[in-house]
C-alpha cells in the first residue's frame, strides 16, 4: 500500500505550494491535479466549444488525451502529447476549467487517471474532491482554506509582484464566484471530508502550514 495524502481546498487557500513541500519533504510526488482540469479547459477553448453545452463539452474530450511526465520532480501535464504546462496558468483556463469541470465525462477522465497514479507511488495530491471522491481511503486528508478576503491579498500579491494591474475587490468576487461554483456543483462538489484534518491558514504562515502536515503525516507513516 501507497501512502497517498490528499490535500483539498478552494482557489488561492495555498494548496500548490503546500502539497509541493511537503511532497518535497517527504520524497513523494506532487500531483496537482487543477492542472489536469487546466489542460482539459484548454483543449476546450481552443476548440471553440461552447462551455455550457454538455454534449458537446462530452463530445470534444472523447479526443483529449491528458496524461502526466516528471521531470527532475516537476509536474509536466500534456495535452494529446504537448506539453501545456506554461499555458494553463491563466485566469481565463482557470475559469474554463471551473466551468467544464462540472461534466461527468470531463471528471470520469480525469478520476481514473489520479486514481492510477495514487495505486503506484507515494504522493500528495491536491484539488477538491480528492478527500471525498478521488481517494476516499488517503492515508491522510487535509481541508485547507482561508477567508475570501485572505485569498484575494495572496492572489494581489502575486500580480504585484508580477508588476501586473489588479482590482482587489474585482479578484475576491472572481474567487467568490469559483468557491460558489465548485461547492454546488452537482457532481463531486468541493467538500471537507468526514475524516479530513480541517486547517483554516488564514492566520498561518506557508512553514506553519507545511509543519502541521507533516506532524499529522509522521503519525500515518
Ligand atoms: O486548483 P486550480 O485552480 O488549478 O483548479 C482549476 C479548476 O479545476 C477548479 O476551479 C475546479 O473547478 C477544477 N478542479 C476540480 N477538481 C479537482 C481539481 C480542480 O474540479 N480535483
Same mark, same amino acid.
Request: glycine share 8%; hydrophobic share 40%.
Given at each position: 500500500m501507497y501512502m497517498n495524502i490528499a490535500?483539498?481546498?478552494?482557489? #488561492?487557500?495555498?494548496?500548490?505550494?503546500?502539497?509541493?513541500?511537503?511532497?518535497?519533504? @517527504?520524497?513523494?510526488?506532487?500531483?496537482?491535479?487543477? $492542472?489536469?482540469?487546466?489542460?482539459?479547459a484548454l483543449f476546450l477553448l481552443r476548440s471553440g466549444v461552447d462551455l455550457s453545452d454538455e454534449?458537446?463539452?462530452s463530445k470534444q474530450v472523447k479526443d483529449c488525451h491528458v496524461s502526466l511526465r516528471y521531470?527532475? #520532480?516537476?509536474?509536466e501535464v500534456l495535452l494529446n502529447g504537448e506539453d501545456v504546462?506554461? @499555458?494553463?496558468?491563466?485566469?481565463?483556463?482557470?475559469? $474554463?476549467?471551473?466551468a467544464s469541470s462540472i461534466y461527468p465525462k470531463v471528471r470520469d477522465q480525469l478520476t481514473c487517471l489520479q486514481r492510477e497514479l495514487a495505486a503506484q507511488e507515494n504522493l500528495v495530491m491536491d484539488g477538491r474532491d480528492i478527500g471525498t471522491t478521488v481517494l476516499p481511503h488517503a492515508s491522510?486528508?487535509?481541508?485547507?482554506?482561508?477567508?475570501?478576503?485572505?485569498?484575494?491579498l495572496r492572489r494581489a500579491k502575486e500580480y504585484e509582484a508580477q508588476g501586473k494591474?489588479?482590482?482587489?475587490?474585482?479578484i475576491q468576487r472572481d474567487i467568490e464566484e469559483r468557491d460558489d461554483r465548485d461547492m454546488h456543483r452537482k457532481i463531486s462538489p468541493?467538500?471537507?471530508?468526514?475524516?479530513?484534518?480541517?486547517?483554516?491558514?488564514?492566520?498561518?504562515?506557508?512553514?506553519?502550514v507545511v509543519e502541521r502536515i507533516l506532524q499529522l503525516a509522521e503519525e500515518e507513516i
Open positions: 490535500i483539498d481546498g478552494p482557489a #488561492g487557500a495555498g494548496k500548490s505550494t503546500i502539497a509541493r513541500r511537503v511532497a518535497k519533504e @517527504l520524497g513523494y510526488l506532487y500531483v496537482d491535479t487543477g $492542472a489536469m482540469y487546466r489542460a482539459i454534449d458537446a463539452v521531470r527532475e #520532480g516537476q509536474q504546462s506554461g @499555458l494553463i496558468r491563466t485566469e481565463e483556463v482557470g475559469n $474554463a476549467a471551473s491522510l486528508k487535509i481541508y485547507l482554506t482561508a477567508s475570501a478576503k485572505t485569498r484575494a494591474a489588479f482590482d482587489l475587490e474585482q468541493l467538500a471537507q471530508a468526514k475524516d479530513a484534518v480541517r486547517i483554516d491558514s488564514s492566520q498561518m504562515s506557508i512553514d506553519q
